[in-house]
């Protein structure tokens, strides 16, 4: 039975993620969609596990204004439905946020935005919580697992209450945290709705626009009422020593709350700590109280000052006279791990003199004593990816192409990892499918060649617009698609490419290559770089060839994921168990070195190259590389 699936009052030691995913089985949602993105991933999977016994309806679509547009039409429908993406995909989404706001909702909508402090595993720190000032939509905040699944649950009722879509706000340290949920009772879900017609709200041509922005006003005043009565902003009172500057306060919300709490009971001061889990709009009134009652309040928050503005705005707007610290102690860099909001609580009762430094950008060399070496992050054993990248490499090298002069935009996802030793074959990256749009600019602007990669669920996510524009505008480069037939980095989700959906249903494969053509790029070929890679090197002479003649090219590298594909067929590329003969071995390092596989490691003593089996996952591409035939291949 899937995790999230139990009766009433059971309890469940549940990641964050899945406590949300919990919460919206329990809040009677029909409609759930999403696009895979750390760290928000396990919510979606969580459903989708759940989805059939459930009775709901789950999909990862194909980027995330498509799921967020699918979700918001199930909720004019009458349906309940929700939206997860990690914060930059709530960038992608943010078009049809914005005027979605403007709409309304009917049926409850409910969205998380899995923002990332310290970027974990993304390419900013961006704080999510300034879009709902921008686009007035509102926001709830939980701490804990256990608030994670009930505030999405309250958070369906006031979307209903209000009509507006609602935003949980969670991050790393809330969305993979384990806690104890305590279970509650399910609203029975409802996946079939009506859609009736209203033009004159839902069609927002300008005079439309102009009706609805007063509209949304009003709700928003209705939602700051509700902020000041809910049981989601409440004070706790810690008992202790009474602090130097008087009468201690400290605002807080999100997973900085409990920190907060965990340091102030740490150090023995009587504090009074306003817990904010309804976040936007502010209870401006139980805030004025709080300030009025205090003569010093820190304001904690990840990662910008977006509570503190509004705090010193309502403290001005009252003529209050408090010292409020915020961001001038803290740091607005990486995560507020507790021992800097400790030396924050220190800094603003007068024990310490400074400001708080933010956590190291970088993981520890050292601990307790023992040195940790720096490991770089690398693609699989068996990874496609390596024989596509190799096969490219020498490519040129035959060409008498020297790489180091040719740019490499890259793209979001495992071909990241090409930016690293020994290929070095990332020179930008900016966004999902930046790597077709970057190369249109640079093609046209330099005359150095330009090679882009960019994965399977990237292409149909964000690249084909830019495959389209350099089509269009007649910018020549090479498109390389890392075609894995699977969502690799976030953990193995389906895609257009794949065949079957995020309920586990078979569906049409779309062929990238047949997209390619029809999107009229001059040159396009296919190849399984594993299976036969000599082919794949020889495939990319040719395409080089066309791209100097000032043509369009895409070159496909289709072969699934290894892991995925050892799951699925028992085995990955060719099969087997490889041995390196150490007689016949030269060393010449093609294997260990240029190849860069994992499984293959070095004997210092014998001075030759080994694989370790408990590693290779049996792709055999080291056996075709091997100039001396040295690698040998067992079926078992």
Same mark, same amino acid.
């Given at each position: 039975?899937?995790?999230?699936?139990?009766?009433?009052?059971?309890?469940?030691?549940?990641?964050?993620?899945?406590?949300?995913?919990?919460?919206?089985?329990? %809040? !009677?949602?029909? @409609? *759930? +969609? /999403?696009?895979?993105?750390?760290?928000?991933?396990?919510?979606? #999977?969580?459903?989708?596990?759940?989805?059939?016994?459930?009775?709901?309806?789950?999909?990862?679509?194909?980027?995330?204004?498509?799921?967020?547009?699918?979700?918001?039409?199930?909720?004019?429908?009458?349906?309940?439905?929700?939206?997860?993406?990690?914060?930059?995909?709530?960038?992608?989404?943010?078009?049809?946020?914005?005027?979605?706001?403007?709409?309304?909702?009917? %049926? !409850?909508?409910? @969205? *998380? +935005? /899995?923002?990332?402090?310290?970027?974990?595993?993304?390419?900013? #720190?961006?704080?999510?919580?300034?879009?709902?000032?921008?686009?007035?939509?509102?926001?709830?905040?939980?701490?804990?697992?256990?608030?994670?699944?009930?505030?999405?649950?309250?958070?369906?009722?006031?979307?209903?209450?209000?009509?507006?879509?609602?935003?949980?706000?969670?991050?790393?340290?809330?969305?993979?945290?384990?806690?104890?949920?305590?279970?509650?009772?399910?609203?029975?879900?409802?996946?079939?709705?009506?859609?009736?017609?209203?033009?004159?709200?839902?069609?927002?041509?300008?005079?439309?626009?102009?009706?609805?922005?007063?509209?949304?006003?009003?709700?928003?005043?209705?939602?700051?009422?509700?902020?000041?009565?809910?049981?989601?902003?409440?004070?706790?009172?810690?008992?202790?020593?009474?602090?130097?500057?008087?009468?201690?306060?400290?605002?807080?919300?999100?997973?900085?709350?409990?920190?907060?709490?965990?340091?102030?009971?740490?150090?023995?001061?009587?504090?009074?700590?306003?817990?904010?889990?309804?976040?936007?709009?502010?209870?401006?009134?139980?805030?004025?109280?709080?300030?009025?009652?205090?003569?010093?309040?820190?304001?904690?928050?990840?990662?910008?000052?977006?509570?503190?503005?509004?705090?010193?705005?309502?403290?001005?707007?009252?003529?209050?006279?408090?010292?409020?610290?915020?961001?001038?102690?803290?740091?607005?860099?990486?995560?507020?791990?507790?021992?800097?909001?400790?030396?924050?609580?220190?800094?603003?009762?007068?024990?310490?003199?400074?400001?708080?430094?933010?956590?190291?950008?970088?993981?520890?060399?050292?601990?307790?004593?023992?040195?940790?070496?720096?490991?770089?992050?690398?693609?699989?054993?068996?990874?496609?990816?390596?024989?596509?990248?190799?096969?490219?490499?020498?490519?040129?090298?035959?060409?008498?192409?020297?790489?180091?002069?040719?740019?490499?935009?890259?793209?979001?996802?495992?071909?990241?990892?090409?930016?690293?030793?020994?290929?070095?074959?990332?020179?930008?990256?900016?966004?999902?499918?930046?790597?077709?749009?970057?190369?249109?600019?640079?093609?046209?602007?330099?005359?150095?060649?330009?090679?882009?990669?960019?994965?399977?669920?990237?292409?149909?996510?964000?690249?084909?617009?830019?495959?389209?524009?350099?089509?269009?505008?007649?910018?020549?480069?090479?498109?390389?698609?890392?075609?894995?037939?699977?969502?690799?980095?976030?953990?193995?989700?389906?895609?257009?490419?794949?065949?079957?959906?995020?309920?586990?249903?078979?569906?049409?494969?779309?062929?990238?290559?047949?997209?390619?053509?029809?999107?009229?790029?001059?040159?396009?070929?296919?190849?399984?770089?594993?299976?036969?890679?000599?082919?794949?090197?020889?495939?990319?002479?040719?395409?080089?060839?066309?791209?100097?003649?000032?043509?369009?090219?895409?070159?496909?590298?289709?072969?699934?994921?290894?892991?995925?594909?050892?799951?699925?067929?028992?085995?990955?590329?060719?099969?087997?168990?490889?041995?390196?003969?150490?007689?016949?071995?030269?060393?010449?390092?093609?294997?260990?070195?240029?190849?860069?596989?994992?499984?293959?490691?070095?004997?210092?003593?014998?001075?030759?190259?080994?694989?370790?089996?408990?590693?290779?996952?049996?792709?055999?591409?080291?056996?075709?590389?091997?100039?001396?035939?040295?690698?040998?291949?067992?079926?078992?």
């Amino acid at each position: 039975m899937a995790v999230i699936l139990g009766q009433p009052g059971e309890k469940r030691l549940l990641l964050g993620n899945e406590a949300i995913a919990r919460g919206v089985l329990e %809040a !009677g949602v029909g @409609f *759930v +969609s /999403a696009y895979p993105g750390t760290p928000s991933t396990e919510i979606i #999977e969580a459903l989708a596990d759940a989805a059939k016994e459930a009775g709901i309806y789950v999909e990862f679509s194909t980027n995330e204004i498509v799921a967020y547009e699918a979700a918001f039409a199930a909720s004019l429908a009458g349906i309940r439905s929700f939206f997860a993406a990690k914060h930059v995909g709530i960038n992608v989404a943010s078009d049809a946020l914005a005027t979605s706001v403007q709409i309304g909702t009917n %049926a !409850g909508f409910v @969205f *998380v +935005s /899995a923002d990332d402090p310290h970027a974990h595993s993304s390419q900013n #720190e961006q704080d999510n919580r300034n879009l709902a000032r921008i686009f007035y939509f509102i926001m709830l905040e939980p701490a804990s697992p256990q608030e994670a699944k009930d505030f999405v649950k309250k958070a369906y009722d006031i979307s209903e209450e209000i009509k507006l879509p609602v935003m949980v706000r969670s991050t790393t340290r809330l969305s993979h945290v384990r806690g104890i949920v305590t279970f509650g009772p399910a609203r029975e879900p409802v996946t079939k709705g009506f859609f009736k017609k209203d033009p004159k709200r839902y069609v927002v041509v300008p005079s439309t626009a102009r009706r609805n922005h007063a509209i949304v006003l009003q709700k928003l005043e209705k939602a700051r009422e509700l902020a000041e009565r809910t049981d989601m902003n409440k004070i706790i009172r810690l008992e202790g020593n009474t602090p130097p500057v008087g009468r201690f306060g400290i605002i807080a919300s999100g997973v900085a709350s409990l920190h907060a709490i965990e340091e102030a009971k740490k150090l023995g001061i009587e504090v009074d700590i306003l817990k904010l889990g309804f976040t936007y709009p502010l209870p401006e009134g139980k805030i004025r109280d709080f300030l009025e009652n205090h003569d010093a309040v820190l304001i904690v928050e990840e990662i910008d000052p977006v509570m503190e503005r509004d705090i010193r705005a309502i403290a001005q707007k009252h003529d209050i006279s408090v010292k409020i610290y915020g961001k001038d102690i803290l740091p607005q860099l990486y995560e507020l791990r507790p021992e800097i909001i400790e030396k924050g609580i220190k800094i603003a009762l007068g024990y310490e003199k400074g400001k708080a430094s933010p956590a190291p950008p970088e993981p520890p060399q050292e601990v307790y004593g023992v040195h940790i070496p720096k490991r770089l992050p690398v693609l699989c054993p068996g990874c496609p990816h390596r024989a596509s990248y190799y096969a490219v490499k020498r490519a040129l090298q035959e060409l008498g192409v020297k790489p180091e002069e040719v740019i490499y935009p890259t793209d979001i996802g495992c071909m990241t990892l090409g930016i690293s030793p020994p290929y070095y074959m990332g020179d930008v990256l900016l966004c999902m499918g930046s790597s077709a749009g970057t190369s249109s600019g640079l093609s046209k602007v330099t005359d150095q060649p330009v090679i882009a990669f960019i994965g399977d669920s990237t292409f149909f996510h964000a690249g084909m617009p830019g495959l389209v524009n350099a089509v269009f505008n007649k910018h020549p480069f090479i498109l390389v698609v890392l075609d894995n037939e699977i969502t690799a980095m976030t953990g193995f989700q389906p895609d257009p490419s794949t065949g079957f959906t995020a309920m586990g249903e078979e569906t049409r494969i779309i062929d990238i290559a047949e997209v390619a053509k029809a999107i009229g790029a001059d040159y396009v070929i296919k190849v399984d770089q594993v299976l036969d890679w000599n082919k794949a090197k020889e495939a990319f002479k040719e395409a080089w060839r066309k791209y100097r003649e000032g043509k369009v090219v895409v070159v496909v590298f289709r072969h699934m994921c290894a892991l995925t594909e050892r799951r699925l067929r028992g085995k990955a590329g060719l099969g087997g168990v490889y041995e390196i003969l150490q007689d016949k071995c030269v060393n010449c390092g093609i294997c260990y070195k240029q190849f860069n596989c994992p499984a293959i490691l070095f004997d210092e003593e014998k001075q030759k190259p080994y694989i370790r089996t408990d590693l290779c996952l049996g792709c055999g591409v080291c056996m075709q590389l091997c100039p001396v035939k040295a690698i040998i291949r067992h079926e078992k």
